[in-house]
């Protein structure tokens, strides 16, 4: 494989979804201060996950990946952190115990902070200002000041994915995560909903388990720590290209702001900058194919992304539609397949269910996300090959950004408290009860 090519090559292979900043010599001066930064994660770390990826793509462990679609820099606090953490430990329990499978923890955080647009513009009440691009990028707020890009906040989410990473680490190894905590998780839920029930009834069945095993003097570790990874979109050529090292135990380049990287469904051009980046780092990486993607697409990318057919090297990240998935999904499953490919399949039942409300928010219905993930099941079980994993959009919090679900809110009840800056994510309640539908097709 040939060398790292220069941040100077890739910007000239032209990458989609750039900033375009206002100063050169201000992007000059954050990538050299970020090139000069400690990595937040390890490359042993990274090929850590890469053996657990290959365990999921023989079916011998189910990926759980989920957080914010977009992280912003005002949500860095422990609360916040804490309570997404808690909910996919949640989630992660219930997988394990109803699904009967390992689950891989993987947050969709500590780096999420760039969003690649459909449009460069927004408009608002007749005025329009360049798009907000994430907080890596300009301001949410609604001013012409604000949505100026500012390479800055490149240093800026390198200070906040930092802070992310050091409470996660805190506290998946510091008791929090400890099984003996499966009720604690729970605490402050809305009690009334079925689904919190439903888990404080399981967690009972777990503790008793639990009291069993340190009966007979069985107490591993395993009991008392998780393993837990990062990941994000790798957007942004500067901010990920001055996070490259080479691993002094190889030689070999790794993207060290994240343990778990992907390419988004904008940028997988297969002769684009970002595929020409993503084939030279050696973190496990994943790949989004929307319902425009053709088995040979996808077969090229896989040449491309992972000549040497590494197993765990390559995640195939699917986002149908639940109207799409059934027909769309086959053809490049039986391609692939066919060709002895290895690879991991996740479903992303997010973003081809997303469609905007005559109130004027950006909208999910949550049983348009059960069924594309029932019809991502449904095409593996079919052709016998793995559904790997769900990658969920999601939060802690009582949110209201998706219809449906256990509260069944509906398009009124968005109002309510709509917090996400771009899209729309699960709620707590939702969260979990997608984990016990999850749970009850990984069981079949
Ligand atoms: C996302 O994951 O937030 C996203 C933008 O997805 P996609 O690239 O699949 O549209
Ligand atoms: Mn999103």
Known sequence: MNALPTLEQLRALGPLQQPTYPDSAAVDAAVARLRTAPPLVFAGECDDLKDKIAAVSRGEAFLLQGGDCAETFAGVTADNVRNKLRVLLQMAVVLTYAGSVPVVKLGRLAGQYAKPRSSDTETREGVTLPAYRGDAVNGFEFTPESRIPDPQRLVEVYNASAATLNLIRAFV??????????????????????????????????????????????????????????????????????????????GLPYNVSGHFVWIGERTRQLDGAHVEYFRHIRNPIGCKLGPTATADDALSLAHKLNPENEPGRLTFITRFGADKIRDGLPPLVEKVTAEGVSVAWVSDPMHGNTFETSNGYKTRRFDDVIEEVQGFFDVHRALGTVPGGVLVEMTGDDVTECIGGGEEIDEHGLAHRYESVVDPRLNRVQSLELAFRVAEMLRR
């Open 173 to 250: 190894s510091g008791g929090y995560a400890d099984l003996r905590q499966v009720h604690t998780w729970n605490n402050d839920f809305v009690r009334e909903s079925p689904f919190a029930q439903r888990y404080e009834a399981m967690a009972d069945e777990i503790e008793r388990a639990l009291t069993f095993m340190k009966a007979i003097g069985a107490d591993p570790d395993e009991f008392h720590r998780v393993d837990f990874h990062s990941s994000h979109e790798a957007l942004l050529m500067d901010y990920e290209h001055a996070m490259t090292r080479i691993d002094s135990r190889t």
